[in-house]
């Protein structure tokens, strides 16, 4: 699943968000809230330098349903769900 920033350079992606080291409460309730506006299947790239993110993100997606595309700590690149 891991794939370096060129892997996936070619996709567009509408936003970009740096949660700095944002702890995994406040980051998951702030990333739901940047996804919901976004259209189904739309890759939205985050930055998480919290320590717990590798672990953190990856259930989450699994949890809510969005597709983490790749993962290279700290870049993550999350594909939104296609169903509401």
């Known amino acids: ?3 370096g920033a060129d892997d996936h ?3 567009d992606l509408v936003e970009h968000w740096d949660a700095g080291e944002m702890g995994c409460g406040e980051l998951v309730i702030q990333l739901r809230r940047r996804l919901a506006p976004l259209a189904p299947g739309t890759r939205f790239e985050l930055v998480a330098r919290d320590p717990g993110a590798p672990e953190d ?3 989450w997606c699994r949890l809510t349903g969005h597709q983490l595309v790749a993962a290279e700590h700290p870049v993550y690149l999350i594909q939104r769900r296609s169903k509401e």
């Open 57 to 59: 993100l990856p259930s």
């Open 9 to 11: 350079a070619d996709h």
């Open 1 to 3: 699943m891991a794939r």
